[in-house]
């Protein structure tokens, strides 16, 4: 006989990582052309930091490799939406700010995603929403410090 308590935490994980894949294909039709959920999502972390960044602490922030996170970057600072410099102190490390364009262009995705958010949190109800938050936060701080 299977453990009950395995087949919940399969339960859980299938549909979060179902809900995941789902989310992700919607996000990529309404994104502005050309945006990719990496490039928005680093966009609207330093959007809302307003501070300058290292390209590890944004590999950190994001749980990615500093080699996927230089990649982001160089195509981010291609399109003119990220500065790159360098430090002046350390010469190895260089410091990412979003440019005017990032911001029009992270505001320009909102602007996109935000119907199709809307519409989902309107069909489930902000009840439900509230409801799953403190979850989906506490399973993330659980994953990170196992990480």
Not at 35 to 42: C, L
């Amino acid at each position: 006989m299977s453990d009950p308590s395995n087949a919940l935490a399969v339960a859980l994980f299938s549909e979060i990582l179902t809900a995941d894949q789902l989310i992700r294909n919607r996000l990529s039709r309404v994104l502005p052309k050309g945006m990719e959920i990496s490039h928005f999502s680093v966009l609207n972390h330093l959007a809302h930091s307003g501070d300058e960044r290292t390209p590890a602490q944004l590999a950190k922030s994001f749980h990615v490799t500093r080699g996927a996170m230089t990649n982001t970057l160089g195509k981010l600072e291609w399109a003119g939406y990220v500065h790159i410099r360098p430090d002046w102190d350390d010469a190895r490390r260089k410091w990412v700010a979003i440019s005017p364009a990032g911001r029009r262009a992270r505001d320009a995705a909102i602007a996109a995603i935000g119907p199709m958010i809307a519409e989902m949190i309107g069909e489930l109800g902000d009840g439900k929403v509230r409801a799953v938050l403190p979850i989906l936060r506490e399973l993330r701080l659980k994953l990170e410090d196992d990480g």
